[in-house]
């Protein structure tokens, strides 16, 4: 590699933009709008239901899962009437955790967008909880948990896990749908996500089976705590999980969120761990990565084991200011990303994983050629930036701008040794996250590269 070509490469300025990196007047007033006394009411109203288990259906007005998604769905209708509102219902048959055949019901609130309607981000947490009720003398192997008896508890409150989530979920609804943007909004409280992910199971199946285009899924899952079982509290960081591989475009999403939050409210850190979520674990962002969507996971880094699934998951031991610090960082990075033009497109594969389209290549022999193609309206994209890393870097180091052009060569820049990737800035100076240029992910049988 030639050094000082890339030391030149590492230490151009952007250029040509005057407020990217900048803050956007319409993103700080989603944050300075968040009200911990308004998610406070949310917790208390969510706790109040006694037990949401998604097999607690009972026929009351305000007891029960289904007293629970009826109310959620009357507060996203008051927030104004832009929002669509429905209700998302699967029918579910008896089977494992779920105790009896039910309706399985998603509340969901969406947003049409205007100039990108067609590219969606989904904010989500589940509106399920769950008290367990263990068995004795259980042989090892079996399944400890009585999940019929769990199921007819008549109090689990579920306050961090995960009305917090619902209630971020509920306060940017009600912040976000005062304005216009350019993607969609869609605002889900899951169901049934104690019992299997079987809320986002279903509705990420009828999301790809429809093509739909998820430009980022937010998924809050224990956002209510900040004090750990063990005496630890941590009130200004948030763990952000994401799925491999290292630049899948779930792990892109959380860099660009541990970014936005940098810019937009340093004193709070977006965390990002690279790992699909905590260790044999998972949350209702999993089945969106797991058919290619990007997808994220928040949540405390102080969970109390002792209080989850328990009846001590009240709100006296959870804390509205904390969840309110998270949603102001939900808010700053799903406002970004709904303002910013799609990401780039870098590359296209057949079924058989050869490359179609827009790639990366050595030029002719030395060099970095990098070629993409626009995934919204040219006419809202004022130019692109280059970023680099090296393969063991976790974090883009150096961002090169390079104008309006939709490919680009860089001299001498050997693309063996580093990472590259390109993102899309607005003529508003919003940027979209950073698409890597990647390896086709060979198996057994795919042809040998010759070389």
């Known amino acids: 590699m030639n050094r000082c070509l890339l030391l030149l490469v590492f230490s151009l300025p952007l250029c040509g933009q005057v407020s990217s990196k900048g803050i956007h007047p319409q993103v700080k007033k989603i944050i300075d709008a968040v009200s911990e006394e308004r998610i406070a ?65 998603n509340v969901v609130a969406v947003l049409p967008g205007t100039t990108q309607k067609e590219h969606e981000i ?30 007819e508890q008549a109090h689990a409150p579920g306050v961090s896990d ?27 409280a899951f169901a049934g996500e104690e019992q299997g992910l079987f809320g986002s199971r279903a ?37 952000v999980y994401s799925g491999d591989p290292m630049d899948s475009s779930s792990r892109a999403l959380a860099r660009y969120v541990r970014e936005v939050a940098e810019r937009y409210d340093p004193a709070m850190k977006a965390n990002p761990v690279f790992r699909g979520d905590r260790f044999s674990r998972g949350g209702d962002h999993t089945p969106f990565h797991d058919l290619g969507y990007p997808a994220i996971r928040f949540t405390t880094p102080v969970e109390n084991y002792a209080n989850q699934h328990s009846a001590t998951d009240t709100f006296e031991n959870a804390s509205p200011s904390y969840t309110a610090r998270v949603t102001r960082v939900n808010g700053a990075a799903v406002a970004s990303l709904a303002l910013a033009p799609a990401a780039p497109e870098v590359m296209r594969t ?79 100076g919003v940027e979209s996250p950073i698409s890597a240029y990647t390896l086709v992910q060979r198996n057994f049988n795919s042809p040998a590269p010759s070389n």
């Open 203 to 239: 509705y990420a199946k009828d999301a790809h089976e429809a093509r739909r285009k998820l430009a980022g899924i937010f998924n809050n899952d224990i956002i209510g705590n900040d004090l750990s079982g063990d005496g630890r509290r941590i009130t200004d960081l948030v763990n």
């Open 162 to 188: 995960d009305a917090s989530g619902v209630a971020l979920v509920m306060e940017l609804a009600r912040i976000m749908s005062a304005y216009e943007w350019p993607k969609t909004l869609v605002f889900v």
């Open 350 to 428: 057949n079924a058989s994983g050869v490359v179609t389209g827009p790639n990366l290549t050595r030029g002719k022999g030395y060099d970095a050629a990098m070629k993409w193609v626009p995934a919204s309206d040219p006419d809202e994209i004022a130019g692109y930036s280059i970023a680099v890393r090296s393969t063991t870097a976790p974090f883009w180091e150096r961002e090169v701008y390079v104008g309006k052009v939709t490919e680009y060569l860089m001299p001498g820049l050997s693309i063996d040794d580093i990472v590259l990737g390109v993102r899309a800035i607005g003529k508003n």
């Open 122 to 151: 989904l904010i989500s947490g589940h509106y399920d909880s769950l008290q367990i009720v263990r068995k004795q003398n259980v042989p090892a192997g079996q399944d400890a948990v009585d999940w019929v008896a769990s199921a």
């Open 41 to 105: 009411k949310i917790l208390r109203k969510l706790e109040s239901f006694g037990s949401r288990n998604t097999n607690y259906d009972l026929d009351s007005p305000d007891r029960g899962n289904v007293a629970a998604r009826t109310w959620i769905s009357k507060e996203f209708q008051s927030y104004s009437p832009k929002l669509q509102v429905h209700f998302d219902t699967h029918r579910i048959s008896k089977q494992g955790r779920i105790v009896k055949d039910l309706d399985l019901v």
